[in-house]
């Protein structure tokens, strides 16, 4: 195994003990390595490879196979193979073609051969086919037929090869309809599992979007079309895309020293560094990355789409309905726009943004000749967008359509949204190192506008209260132009000034020089500057605390404005990567919500609840109990901790595990002791389970209940009944004191620590203004399993009290909430710095 460390002269490689795999047996300073790294010519690393494996390959079939087989098999490269597409780690894909099933005496011959190419340090992957397996459909094995479409002939029985590459061309012809609707289907479901947009922060070069794995798609619908032609890939452009791709692909490979193909932050900083590249820093080389990628992209999307067309019926219909929107402007034909007369953009360019309002209205996409004419009009465009005065109008319809998000994405893919607000053009393709985010700032951007469109489709119950919300705005294009700027000043420096409010200044110069009211200007700019005010108050606020009411209240100003800044944070948080707004996170923002709403509309509840349990057995378990535990519990809750504590008062100790909205609530009933708190959320921790949120209470006899809100990213206690058994007996025992927390938390596995020059330093904020009796105190630390059971513990020893405890994890940064107190009081001024250093020791450990 190796990895890779910068030097005076650009990349080095060190070795490690570790067991290494049969490629790493290639030595790391072979030639052809070195003569990569200084030129970058993935052409000539790509060939070498592929001449050096074509020896070895027929090396082993004259030792093993011709001496056995003199007729009657042929060795063929399949695949990237069969293309001379070897990268240094590659697999090698052979297919041995057969005249008759192999007997004992072959099969033999052909372990040999096998092994022989293991032995040369090479990781063949093979199959054994028949001439009559080559020729049939495989329904569950798309990829033999597709591979086949790039075989190459290596050695053996070359009259075999030549009956399959005879016989190839009608099997082709006579299946080549199922053959690209299972394609289509098959690079569809690729590009969903990465949300089909190629604008990731650390694609895979290979099978993102945009990547290799597109560009073989093209090459294969090039020759299941009729005429075997594959005439897009002739253009320049995608020429140079592709071997920019593969020069990417090289370089992660050597640095990996296997088939890596993650274009992590650390490659993307070390293939800008490279001697081959031109690009002054990582940031320009992944704008070239999306450049080169978009147009691999761009024509796979024409390419499936125009396959699919061709064999539906449906859709053909569709399209004939759809075709009868077409206008005096603008006409549609097999769903796409196309302009009457294009000519006409040269006199009348406010013709774009009625375009663009089409698009809008009805979700349809532009046609290639569009685009095209676009381009060809950009500098009479450009003239035109830079005297915006008086298009608020057409801009403010447009933001407002039902499809204004695919609009937008028409615009920005064709240059016009940059024309329009050039201040967009500095977040196009910007990489921010934010492991939390996925994608770039314009794609996150364009995401969240799209969340607010299928929030008006939305079926699932719990985002349905979202949707009324969307409905009663009485201006939802503004939400839409807030979204747009709300990230624009993440690109460049603000002199110290936050982004968010870098980004309202931003966003108001360049909505008024469109003409925007004043009215419109200071919803927006509000929205803007305060975009993560809510999300803020999920994961760092108690929302059962009076005070979070007053402040989210103080902040938020007016109902409306508390509608739409909701709206905007349901659209932000889902942005951030396919699973950041989980349903916990959209419980807790409607919790939000509501809290802020009442206490808008002053129908916030009394201190105490007025009807309280009867029976003496709850008198008594609530006695001394902080009415707070009244005002967050439903009577149901309160019977079933009374009924736990009787259980509590014979065992010692009574827990109760329950799910809800796809996390899960524990409740522990026990009797106070030092480090109680900490113990049980080390147990939890040891079984890779994430608190959510904590809360702890102590009545006057001296019974603590502790509640935690968690979840199992593993599903392991869903999947494995019995392991929720084994949770609750750890749980008992070390609420025991029978079992060391600490010999727990060593089994945990140590998780991927962020990349060179990302690490977390930790950082510690006291708030003693935020609630009215506890002090607020923030961690901000790298995560690590167990993190909370040591910041729990030295609470402990400095003789704190954990009230409550919010924790939010935003990939390896972990950010804790805790409200502390000591004898029932907030935090004296004079404890804060010691308590500051003790905590910055225990998270940076």
Same mark, same amino acid.
């Not at 490629?23 to 072979?30: D, G, L, Q, R, W």
């Not at 002739?234 to 020429?239: H, K, N, P, Y």
């Not at 802020?596 to 008198?619: G, K, M």
């Not at 405890?805 to 107190?821: G, N, P, R, S």
């Given at each position: 195994?190796?990895?890779?460390?910068?030097?005076?002269?650009?990349?080095?490689?060190?070795?490690?003990?570790?067991?290494?795999?049969?490629?790493?047996?290639?030595?790391?300073?072979?030639?052809?390595?070195?003569?990569?790294?200084?030129?970058?010519?993935?052409?000539?690393?790509?060939?070498?490879?592929?001449?050096?494996?074509?020896?070895?390959?027929?090396?082993?079939?004259?030792?093993?196979?011709?001496?056995?087989?003199?007729?009657?098999?042929?060795?063929?490269?399949?695949?990237?193979?069969?293309?001379?597409?070897?990268?240094?780690?590659?697999?090698?894909?052979?297919?041995?073609?057969?005249?008759?099933?192999?007997?004992?005496?072959?099969?033999?011959?052909?372990?040999?051969?096998?092994?022989?190419?293991?032995?040369?340090?090479?990781?063949?992957?093979?199959?054994?086919?028949?001439?009559?397996?080559?020729?049939?459909?495989?329904?569950?094995?798309?990829?033999?037929?597709?591979?086949?479409?790039?075989?190459?002939?290596?050695?053996?029985?070359?009259?075999?090869?030549?009956?399959?590459?005879?016989?190839?061309?009608?099997?082709?012809?006579?299946?080549?309809?199922?053959?690209?609707?299972?394609? @289509?289907?098959?690079?569809?479901?690729?590009?969903?599992?990465?949300?089909?947009?190629?604008?990731?922060?650390?694609?895979?070069?290979?099978?993102?979007?945009?990547?290799?794995?597109?560009?073989?798609?093209?090459?294969?619908?090039?020759?299941?079309?009729?005429?075997?032609?594959?005439?897009?890939?002739?253009?320049?452009?995608?020429?140079?895309?592709?071997?920019?791709?593969?020069?990417?692909? @090289?370089?992660?490979?050597?640095?990996?020293?296997?088939?890596?193909?993650?274009?992590?932050?650390?490659?993307?900083?070390?293939?800008?560094?490279?001697?081959?590249?031109?690009?002054?820093?990582?940031?320009?080389?992944?704008?070239?990355?999306?450049?080169?990628?978009?147009?691999?992209?761009?024509?796979?999307?024409?390419?499936?789409?125009?396959?699919?067309?061709?064999?539906?019926?449906?859709?053909?219909?569709?399209?004939?309905?759809?075709?009868?929107?077409?206008?005096?402007?603008?006409?549609?034909?097999?769903?796409?726009?196309?302009?009457?007369?294009?000519?006409?953009?040269?006199?009348?360019?406010?013709?774009?943004?009625?375009?663009?309002?089409?698009?809008?209205?009805?979700?349809?996409?532009? &046609?290639?000749?569009?685009?095209?004419?676009?381009?060809?009009?950009?500098?009479?465009?450009?003239?035109?967008?830079?005297?915006?005065?008086?298009?608020?109008?057409?801009?403010?319809?447009?933001?407002?359509?039902?499809?204004?998000?695919?609009?937008?994405?028409?615009? &920005?893919?064709?240059?016009?949204?940059?024309?329009?607000?050039?201040?967009?053009?500095?977040?196009?393709?910007?990489?921010?190192?934010?492991?939390?985010?996925?994608?770039?700032?314009?794609?996150?951007?364009?995401?969240?506008?799209?969340?607010?469109?299928?929030?008006?489709?939305?079926?699932?119950?719990?985002?349905?209260?979202?949707?009324?919300?969307?409905?009663?705005?009485?201006?939802?294009?503004?939400?839409?132009?807030?979204?747009?700027?709300?990230?624009?000043?993440?690109?460049?420096?603000?002199?110290?000034?936050?982004?968010?409010?870098?980004?309202?200044?931003?966003?108001?110069?360049?909505?008024?020089?469109?003409?925007?009211?004043?009215?419109?200007?200071?919803?927006?700019?509000?929205?803007?500057?305060?975009?993560?005010?809510?999300?803020?108050?999920?994961?760092?606020?108690?929302?059962?605390?009076?005070?979070?009411?007053?402040?989210?209240? &103080?902040?938020?100003?007016?109902?409306?404005?508390?509608?739409?800044?909701?709206?905007?944070?349901?659209?932000?948080?889902?942005?951030?990567?396919?699973?950041?707004?989980?349903?916990?996170?959209?419980?807790?923002?409607?919790?939000?919500?509501?809290?802020?709403?009442?206490?808008?509309?002053?129908?916030?509840?009394?201190?105490?609840?007025?009807?309280?349990?009867?029976?003496?057995?709850?008198?008594?378990?609530?006695?001394?109990?902080?009415?707070?535990?009244?005002?967050?519990?439903?009577?149901?809750?309160?019977?079933? &901790?009374?009924?736990?504590?009787?259980?509590?008062?014979?065992?010692?100790?009574?827990?109760?595990?329950?799910?809800?909205?796809?996390?899960?609530?524990?409740?522990?009933?026990?009797?106070?002791?030092?480090?109680?708190?900490?113990?049980?959320?080390?147990?939890?921790?040891?079984?890779?389970?994430?608190?959510?949120?904590?809360?702890?209470?102590?009545?006057?006899?001296?019974?603590?209940?502790?509640?935690?809100?968690?979840?199992?990213?593993?599903?392991?206690?869903?999947?494995?009944?019995?392991?929720?058994?084994?949770?609750?007996?750890?749980?008992?025992?070390?609420?025991?004191?029978?079992?060391?927390?600490?010999?727990?938390?060593?089994?945990?596995?140590?998780?991927?620590?962020?990349?060179?020059?990302?690490?977390?330093?930790?950082?510690?904020?006291?708030?003693?203004?935020?609630?009215?009796?506890?002090?607020?105190?923030?961690?901000?630390?790298?995560?690590?399993?167990?993190?909370?059971?040591?910041?729990?513990?030295?609470?402990?020893?400095?003789?704190?009290?954990?009230?409550?405890?919010?924790?939010?994890?935003?990939?390896?940064?972990?950010?804790?909430?805790?409200?502390?107190?000591?004898?029932?009081?907030?935090?004296?001024?004079?404890?804060?710095?010691?308590?500051?250093?003790?905590?910055?020791?225990?998270?940076?450990?």
């Amino acid at each position: 195994m190796t990895y890779w460390t910068q030097s005076a002269f650009g990349m080095k490689i060190v070795e490690t003990q570790h067991s290494r795999q049969p490629e790493a047996s290639v030595p790391e300073t072979s030639p052809a390595m070195r003569s990569f790294l200084e030129t970058g010519d993935s052409a000539l690393a790509l060939a070498g490879r592929t001449a050096h494996v074509d020896s070895v390959v027929r090396d082993a079939y004259e030792k093993a196979l011709l001496p056995v087989y003199p007729r009657g098999v042929a060795v063929l490269a399949v695949g990237g193979y069969g293309r001379k597409e070897l990268f240094p780690h590659s697999d090698i894909d052979v297919l041995l073609l057969e005249a008759n099933p192999p007997g004992e005496g072959e099969r033999a011959a052909l372990s040999r051969f096998l092994q022989s190419i293991w032995d040369e340090g090479l990781r063949p992957s093979h199959s054994l086919r028949s001439l009559r397996d080559c020729l049939e459909v495989h329904e569950s094995n798309l990829e033999l037929n597709i591979s086949l479409l790039d075989m190459r002939f290596l050695a053996g029985d070359e009259e075999l090869f030549g009956q399959a590459s005879a016989r190839m061309p009608k099997f082709l012809a006579a299946n080549r309809a199922g053959l690209v609707r299972r394609l @289509c289907r098959m690079t569809r479901a690729r590009h969903a599992k990465f949300q089909g947009t190629i604008y990731h922060l650390e694609p895979n070069i290979k099978e993102s979007p945009g990547g290799l794995r597109d560009w073989n798609v093209l090459e294969w619908m090039g020759k299941l079309r009729p005429d075997g032609a594959g005439a897009p890939l002739t253009a320049g452009q995608l020429r140079e895309s592709r071997k920019f791709l593969h020069t990417a692909r @090289c370089f992660l490979h050597y640095r990996s020293n296997r088939d890596n193909n993650l274009l992590g932050f650390d490659a993307q900083e070390e293939l800008a560094a490279a001697a081959f590249s031109p690009a002054s820093n990582a940031s320009a080389w992944m704008r070239e990355y999306f450049r080169n990628a978009r147009a691999i992209w761009r024509e796979t999307l024409r390419t499936l789409e125009a396959s699919e067309g061709e064999s539906s019926s449906l859709l053909a219909g569709f399209r004939d309905w759809r075709a009868r929107l077409s206008n005096a402007e603008f006409t549609v034909s097999r769903d796409r726009v196309l302009l009457r007369y294009p000519h006409a953009i040269e006199k009348d360019p406010a013709m774009v943004m009625r375009l663009f309002l089409f698009v809008g209205r009805h979700g349809i996409a532009l &046609h290639r000749e569009t685009e095209n004419r676009l381009r060809q009009y950009e500098a009479v465009l450009r003239e035109y967008f830079a005297s915006p005065e008086g298009l608020w109008p057409l801009w403010h319809d447009l933001a407002g359509l039902p499809h204004a998000g695919f609009a937008l994405r028409a615009m &920005h893919e064709t240059g016009v949204l940059g024309m329009l607000f050039p201040e967009w053009t500095s977040i196009e393709c910007e990489v921010i190192r934010d492991f939390n985010h996925r994608y770039t700032v314009d794609e996150h951007t364009l995401i969240a506008i799209q969340n607010l469109e299928e929030l008006r489709e939305t079926e699932d119950p719990a985002r349905k209260r979202f949707a009324v919300l969307l409905a009663e705005l009485p201006d939802p294009a503004l939400l839409n132009c807030a979204l747009l700027f709300h990230d624009v000043a993440k690109a460049g420096e603000n002199g110290g000034e936050g982004h968010a409010a870098a980004s309202r200044r931003i966003a108001e110069v360049a909505l008024r020089r469109l003409g925007a009211p004043e009215e419109a200007l200071e919803m927006a700019g509000f929205l803007v500057e305060h975009h993560l005010d809510l999300s803020a108050a999920m994961t760092g606020r108690d929302l059962e605390d009076e005070a979070t009411a007053v402040y989210l209240a &103080h902040r938020m100003e007016t109902i409306e404005k508390l509608k739409y800044l909701t709206l905007m944070t349901y659209a932000d948080t889902g942005a951030v990567h396919p699973t950041a707004l989980s349903p916990w996170r959209l419980e807790q923002l409607f919790r939000v919500y509501a809290v802020a709403y009442r206490q808008l509309t002053h129908e916030l509840e009394t201190e105490r609840i007025e009807s309280r349990p009867a029976s003496p057995e709850q008198e008594a378990f609530l006695k001394g109990f902080p009415t707070r535990y009244l005002r967050t519990h439903t009577e149901a809750q309160i019977r079933i &901790h009374a009924q736990l504590d009787e259980l509590r008062k014979a065992a010692g100790v009574a827990l109760e595990i329950r799910r809800a909205g796809g996390v899960y609530e524990l409740s522990i009933l026990t009797k106070d002791r030092h480090f109680l708190f900490a113990s049980i959320a080390g147990a939890l921790a040891s079984f890779g389970l994430n608190i959510l949120k904590a809360e702890a209470f102590a009545n006057q006899q001296g019974t603590v209940l502790d509640t935690f809100v968690f979840a199992d990213p593993a599903r392991n206690l869903e999947l494995n009944p019995p392991e929720m058994d084994r949770l609750k007996h750890t749980l008992e025992r070390v609420i025991a004191g029978r079992v060391e927390v600490r010999g727990l938390l060593k089994n945990r596995p140590k998780p991927t620590p962020p990349s060179k020059g990302s690490r977390i330093q930790p950082r510690i904020n006291f708030d003693n203004e935020a609630s009215h009796s506890a002090t607020l105190v923030e961690v901000v630390a790298e995560d690590r399993p167990g993190l909370l059971y040591d910041i729990a513990s030295a609470f402990s020893e400095a003789g704190c009290s954990i009230e409550v405890v919010l924790i939010d994890t935003e990939a390896h940064k972990a950010i804790d909430v805790f409200y502390i107190t000591s004898d029932g009081k907030k935090l004296e001024a004079g404890r804060l710095d010691s308590i500051r250093r003790m905590l910055l020791e225990t998270a940076g450990g």
